[in-house]
């Protein structure tokens, strides 16, 4: 009962400890001055005497946790008469402090949910790249249809664009050429000088027996420096650049190509300007049907000249095509009437005259050269795989049906 | 959007929602305040039924039982759950806002409030809703037993059984855990609470004098006791005579609140008998080698370590700081919240 009784009481000084042993010692010297046993103190705090032998020897890592190895320190403490405090304090200067439960064994891993920012923001993104590539592929496979639908039209600005462009060229060309006696030649040019570098030639030079070696001499001499001179004109334009440098030459040509020269006289004076910068727009893209169209036959320009003086007058203008190959042919007028709905055959000539507009549809275009008061129109600017679709306006223009 | 905006410049709190103090802890800096769930509603003003805050915490409980007709000194959690919601609400709030003190944002905190192990959850809805109330982020519920043998640095996560015995103001619980779970507890509604009214009944049975809450509060704290010791302390208390009307006063000692504590005492004896009764035996025989911890504040009375020690014939500890364990715990549980996420240990 003297243990209780130490309880209630001021406790006894005590030296201060210098190590868990040392404060084992202490609390064991306090039991035997109040002759008690081990067994004793672990029946009084209900622990084992092995736990309090533990205590005992300091040797209070083999104890559950420091929660408890201080709880059965205080009450040893109390029971022999000791300060609990003093000692707790030296304790817990010596005490290797077990690590505390922080690590949650059994916590679980968080489990992934579809609603966890991550997770939503990775559906987010694959959904936008989903609706981003439909939405790309729906907007270019649109834009191929569009352009299907619109390269026609396209083209056409595109041919308006280069006529402008290349208007400089015939209008530098043509007030040179208009101090040539014989301005209205150069409408004619693109036919007759053309043949001079090629077996074209040969009838050209056949066809003016007076002076055609003096003509075609300077001729070819001029082409030099015409080439080098206007080097904005295309392959096309060599013939009309005798013209331009020396204004003498003019006349040699005039001379070979007298019926031409003929027909045109009339004409020059209303068309002077513009049918060359038609000409000129309409030859630069290609050449080659053009070169092609003079050299292969030379001869259709004359039967269809002696054709405008008459449609003049009428109003009524002959729009002429000539077929290489097969072609489909559709030709409408104004009034919509249906001037040629057919498939026109190789080889074949087929003339048409209505009321202006013209509206025309050719397939196989290539094969297909065009003309219209004898003037040959360029309408590859017009044709989309091969077909050309356009229209001809009263003053002999290309235009978008 | 906003409220995480404001939270960066909160601090997670934890609180302990006791039916006779609130605590709080906040991570890092540990327990900042420990006042007693009282608020004082003053009643009228401006619209009949209106009621306003006229002071809350330590203010508040000097008020209790000494208010004019237009105060109310409420306690509004009883048993360990909310009593009043609206007073609780304003109440955490008051608290939350002291906690941050004055800031240039309104403080949105993550809150890990404890709840009783006996709670319904109706009770527990009803809690977090108060916390949400007063402006928490995100709430946590812990069971109180749970926190508190954390916050006594039991080693929970152990596969060896731990005991606790929570005795709080409303409630005791007392719980067996092992591997972070708690295997079995139980909570009775005794506690602090129960031991004042025991000692206003004693002392108004034998001294025929009525004394309020607050003095039987002092003499429990005084002379309290739970197992008969050598030493008989006294103290002189005044009250109101029964017969005469008048106030007297009279001596009490340490025996006679002995007597007087018996009842609630022996229920929780009860409690804890139960619980060992019904412990696997794994578990039974782990708090038999090592004990029960106590904490709370009814772990404070004087002997209550030593009668249940007599009466159970297992070694019993009080925790170090009893009154904290429980909010420290929370504090501890927040922490592994902040790490892992919440896991087994909080309830939603």
């Not at chain 1, 533990?54 to 420091?66: C, R």
């Not at chain 2, 039991?154 to 005991?163: C, I, L, Y």
């Not at chain 2, 034998?206 to 005084?222: F, M, P, Q, V, W």
């Not at chain 2, 412990?279 to 009375?301: H, I, K, Q, S, Y």
């Amino acid at each position: 009962m003297n243990a209780r009784a130490a309880r209630d009481e001021t406790y006894v000084e005590e030296a201060t400890v210098s190590s868990l042993q040392q404060l084992g010692e202490r609390l064991r010297q306090a039991r035997e001055a109040h002759g008690l046993n081990v067994q004793d103190i672990a029946a009084r705090l209900h622990l084992s005497a092995s736990v309090v032998a533990t205590i005992e020897n300091g040797a209070f890592e083999q104890l559950p946790a420091a929660t408890y190895a201080r709880g059965y320190m205080r009450a040893y403490a109390h029971l022999v008469g000791l300060n609990p405090e003093s000692l707790l304090a030296a304790y817990d200067q010596y005490a290797t402090q077990p690590p505390e439960l922080n690590p949650f064994a059994s916590t679980p891993q968080p489990q992934v949910k579809s609603t966890d920012l991550p997770v939503r923001m990775v559906t987010y993104a694959v959904i936008a790249i989903v609706v981003g590539l439909l939405g790309a592929w729906l907007w270019q496979s649109q834009e191929l249809r569009s352009v299907a639908s619109l390269s026609v039209p396209k083209w056409g600005a595109g041919s308006d664009d280069q006529s402008v462009v290349t208007e400089p060229v015939p209008t530098g060309v043509s007030p040179q050429a208009a101090s040539a006696p014989a301005a209205g030649s150069i409408d004619v040019l693109p036919a007759a000088p053309a043949p001079p570098p090629d077996t074209a030639a040969q009838p050209a030079a056949g066809h003016a027996p007076p002076g055609a070696e003096v003509a075609t001499g300077p001729a070819e001499v001029q082409v030099q420096p015409a080439v080098t001179q206007q080097a904005a004109a295309t392959a096309a334009h060599p013939p009309s650049a005798p013209v331009s440098p020396d204004g003498a030459s003019v006349p040699v040509w005039a001379d070979t190509g007298r019926p031409i020269s003929n027909t045109v006289e009339p004409m020059s004076g209303p068309r002077l300007a513009v049918p060359p910068a038609e000409g000129a727009a309409t030859a630069t893209p290609s050449d080659g049907p053009l070169a092609e169209r003079s050299m292969t036959d030379p001869g259709p320009l004359t039967p269809a000249m002696p054709a405008v003086p008459e449609a003049t007058p009428g109003g009524a203008k002959v729009l002429s095509f000539e077929l290489a190959e097969d072609a489909w042919l559709e030709v409408t007028d104004a009034e919509d009437k249906r001037l040629y709905y057919n498939m026109g055959r190789q080889g074949s000539r087929i003339s048409v005259q209505g009321v202006m507009p013209y509206r025309v549809k050719v397939g196989n275009a290539p094969a297909v050269s065009v003309s219209f008061e004898g003037r040959p129109l360029d309408i590859s600017a017009f044709s989309y795989e091969s077909v050309a679709r356009f229209s001809v306006t009263p003053d002999g223009f290309l235009a978008q049906p | 959007m906003f409220k995480k905006l404001r939270g960066l410049f909160s601090n997670d709190l934890s609180i302990d929602l006791g039916t006779a103090n609130t605590l709080i802890y906040v991570r890092g800096k540990g327990i900042v305040l420990n006042e007693p769930s009282v608020v004082a509603v003053r009643k009228g003003g401006s619209a009949p039924g209106h009621r306003s805050i006229a002071a809350v915490g330590v203010e508040a409980k000097r008020m209790l039982g000494r208010t004019p007709e237009h105060i109310d000194a409420i306690r509004p959690m009883k048993d360990g759950v909310i009593a009043d919601f609206d007073v609780t609400e304003k109440m955490l709030q008051h608290f939350i806002h002291k906690v941050h003190g004055e800031r240039l944002f309104k403080p949105s905190p993550r809150i890990l409030v404890c709840v009783p192990c006996g709670s319904t959850q109706v009770e527990r809805r009803a809690i977090k809703d108060a916390a949400l109330g007063a402006g928490a982020r995100q709430v946590y519920l812990l069971e109180e037993p749970m926190a508190a043998a954390i916050g006594a640095g039991m080693p929970v996560s152990d596969p060896r059984g731990s005991m606790v015995l929570d005795i709080g103001g409303g409630t005791s619980e007392v719980a067996v855990i092992s591997l972070n779970g708690i295997v079995y507890s139980d909570s009775v509604r005794t506690g602090g609470d129960k031991f004042d009214e025991a000692i206003v009944n004693y002392v108004r049975r034998n001294y025929g004098s009525l004394i309020g809450d607050a003095t039987a509060e002092r003499i429990k704290h005084e002379i309290g006791c739970a197992y008969p010791g050598n030493e008989v302390r006294e103290i002189e208390i005044k009250g109101r005579n029964l017969a005469e009307g008048l106030p007297r006063s009279f001596t009490l000692n340490s025996n006679e609140t002995l007597e007087a504590l018996q009842d609630p005492l022996s229920a929780i004896v009860r409690a804890v008998k139960a619980a060992l009764e019904k412990t696997p035996p794994e578990l039974g025989a782990d708090v038999a080698e090592r004990g029960m911890v106590l904490t709370g504040g009814g772990a404070l009375l004087r002997d209550l370590d030593r009668l249940l020690m007599e009466e159970t014939g297992l070694p019993v500890i009080v925790a170090e700081d009893p009154l904290t364990c429980v909010a420290r715990g929370g504090g501890r549980v927040l922490e592994m919240v902040e790490e892992h996420g919440p896991g087994v240990l909080v309830l939603e």
